[in-house]
T-cell receptor, first 114, second 113 residues
Framework: KAGVTQTPRYLIKTRGQQVTLSCSPI?????VSWYQQTPGQGLQFLFE???????NKGNFPGRFSGRQFSNSRSEMNVSTLELGDSALYLC?????????????FGPGTRLLVL | KQEVTQIPAALSVPEGENLVLNCSFT??????LQWFRQDPGKGLTSLLL?????REQTSGRLNASLDKSSGRSTLYIAASQPGDSATYLC????????????FGKGTHLIIQP
């Protein structure tokens, strides 16, 4: 079974631009969570989607948003990019809601904001 | 606010040794705890998931324990191999389970051949 895939793998943007990242979960998985990883802050939770609904959200500004489609694929969008948004963005999928389930992570999208 | 601390931050041991990685968390009201490994340039691989009602989980050479009352978990790696070299991350899901995982900063492990 194919793992979690994320596209693109690498991205360079400039301040003020917006960016959309995509995540395809493992086939049959209905939950997708997003995390940001930086050297200073480590891994931080962004949000989780289950059956096209956002279940919960981390402590990030409104510039960070996401959505999930009927086929469970998810996208996250960051508007008005700042230098501090440079990070590795990871998505994770699980069969049902992420609570009791093992989460399977994708390889991440590395975003560099100049 | 839940905080997760991992000690040591880095560890280098010769191949074949048994080793213990430590994880502590400030709020004992957790839903579950997971251990992950992360290889350079790659995503996370789940190693073990311990529900709050469990004391330990085992997978092959790995054993993870959980002591909720003291806010601690350990990951025991038996007979370490060079392929075990990676960053090991501990993450807790807060009580109620609705929120995302809170991660520690990780232990960077090097197994010398």
């Amino acid at each position: 079974k194919a793992g979690v895939t994320q596209t693109p793998r690498y991205l360079i943007k400039t301040r003020g631009q917006q960016v959309t990242l995509s995540c395809s979960p493992i086939s049959g998985h209905r939950s997708v969570s997003w995390y940001q990883q930086t050297p200073g802050q480590g891994l931080q939770f962004l949000f989780e989607y289950f059956s096209e609904t956002q279940r919960n959200k981390g402590n990030f500004p409104g510039r960070f948003s996401g959505r999930q489609f009927s086929n469970s694929r998810s996208e996250m969008n960051v508007s008005t990019l700042e230098l501090g948004d440079s990070a590795l963005y990871l998505c994770a999928s699980s069969l049902q809601t992420a609570q009791r389930e093992t989460q399977y992570f994708g390889p991440g999208t590395r975003l560099l904001v100049l | 606010k839940q905080e997760v601390t991992q000690i040591p931050a880095a560890l280098s041991v010769p191949e074949g040794e048994n080793l213990v990685l430590n994880c502590s968390f400030t709020d004992s009201a957790i839903y579950n705890l997971q251990w992950f490994r992360q290889d350079p340039g790659k995503g996370l691989t789940s190693l073990l998931l311990i529900q709050s009602s469990q004391r330990e989980q085992t997978s092959g050479r790995l054993n993870a324990s959980l002591d909720k009352s003291s806010g601690r978990s350990t990951l025991y790696i038996a007979a370490s191999q060079p392929g075990d070299s990676a960053t090991y991350l501990c993450a807790v899901r807060p009580g109620g389970g609705a929120d995302g995982l809170t991660f520690g900063k990780g232990t960077h492990l090097i197994i010398q051949p």
